[in-house]
């Protein structure tokens, strides 16, 4: 179990963290560049020292600022793959996992790591000779060649090709399943947070706004950043009682949304992509959406059998709909469409509280 509640001082700003994360269990820690994610991380490491803090792993105390306790990173038994992965350029790739290891059990506990992530074959290439998701494989081999306590990631996909993410993801998805220790991975990518960890924690300014399953952070965002973050349109109004157990936005620009429940003042709007539907511009038709929007198509971008279509508003709106509802109304750049969704589909989050968490 690692447990952890410190304060680290940032360029202008103040890193304010607490979490727990389980054996065997992984947490994500994701937000904007210059959030702190990276910072935590290596504080966790001890590779930057905090103003103040506690940090237990199992039985052990690596930090304890009121009892003046700091472990030397060496003997904190953190295994950790850098952003650049690190590697020595001059060593070949099994000494690069073997270093730190006694010498004569290194080259056999290098080759079991290699082996175990398919790069047995490189093992007598230099760094530089081998593709950056090889590379990633070697910085990841030696993080867990030593049996670490800890495992810690810091943006181990960046840089990747979109078929190598995709591997590598896989990869990384089977290694912390099959981790005994706690490991924290921080990235900025929200999806790949989601497939990795059994949890996401969202810094936003040094702090952690929210924390839960992606599932938790998704249908219920705590402020209008992490629904931004998790791939909802975000519309910001003002929001006064409409009857029926419905709330009246008026947004930017004089256009009305409804929501289920009542609520008075300044709101974001929260609204996925997957609830957005598009009907020709007009009278409406047979739907009893209460919401509907006059918008133009700016992009068009194919998943599959389905598109995500970007609608031009006062805001971005994105609609997810099918291929054959796109070919169906002859929708192109600039094409006229209204945006249609349900008022039980429509989340409304207080920018007041959104200003307050941030």
């Known amino acids: 179990m690692l447990t952890l509640d410190l304060q680290l001082p940032r360029r202008g700003m103040t890193i304010d963290a607490q979490f727990v994360v389980a054996p065997g269990r992984t947490l994500a820690i994701t937000g904007p560049s210059g959030s702190g994610k990276s910072s935590l991380l290596r504080a966790i490491a001890g590779?930057?020292?905090s103003a103040r803090g506690r940090l237990r792993v199992g039985d052990g105390v690596w930090l304890d600022s009121a009892g003046r306790v700091d472990m030397a990173p060496e003997r904190r038994g953190c295994g950790m793959v850098f952003q650049d992965g690190a590697l020595f350029p001059h060593l070949s790739v099994w000494r690069n996992v073997a270093y730190g290891l006694p010498r004569r059990a290194g080259r056999e506990r290098a080759m079991e790591q290699l082996d175990q992530l398919a790069i047995s074959h490189l093992a007598d290439a230099r760094p530089a000779a081998i593709s950056g998701g090889e590379r990633r494989r070697v910085a990841l081999a030696r993080a867990l060649a030593p049996g670490p306590r800890v495992l810690l990631l810091d943006e181990p996909l960046t840089g990747l090709d979109a078929r190598t993410a995709a591997a590598t993801t896989r990869l990384l998805a089977g290694v912390l399943g099959a981790a005994a220790g706690p490991s924290i991975i921080v990235t900025h990518d929200f999806e790949q947070a989601s497939v990795l960890a059994d949890e996401?924690?969202?810094i936003d300014a040094g702090r952690i706004v929210q924390q839960g399953t992606a599932d938790q952070l998704v249908s219920a965002p705590?402020?209008?950043?992490?629904?931004?973050l998790t791939g909802a349109a975000v519309l910001r109004g003002t929001g006064a009682p409409a009857g029926d157990g419905l709330t009246a936005v008026t947004l930017a620009g004089g256009a009305v949304v409804f929501s289920a429940g009542s609520f008075s003042g300044p709101v974001a709007v929260v609204v996925r992509?997957?609830?957005?539907?598009?009907e020709p511009p007009g009278p409406a038709g047979l739907s009893s959406a209460r919401n509907r929007l006059a918008a133009r198509v700016s992009a068009?971008?194919?998943l599959g059998g389905r598109a995500r279509v970007a609608l031009a508003l006062p805001a971005p709106l994105v609609a997810e709909v099918t291929t054959?509802?796109?070919e169906r109304l002859g929708l192109v750049s600039g094409s006229a469409v209204t945006a249609v969704w349900k008022a039980t589909a429509t989340r409304l989050v207080p920018l007041a509280t959104e200003e307050g968490t941030t």
Not at 222 to 228: G, I, S
Not at 273 to 278: K, N, Y
Request: aromatic share 8%; proline share 8%; charged share 20%.
């Open 47 to 49: 590779l930057e020292r």
């Open 200 to 202: 996401v924690a969202v």
């Open 222 to 228: 705590a402020t209008a950043f992490v629904a931004e």
């Open 273 to 278: 992509p997957w609830d957005v539907t598009l």
């Open 300 to 302: 068009i971008t194919p």
């Open 324 to 326: 054959d509802a796109v």
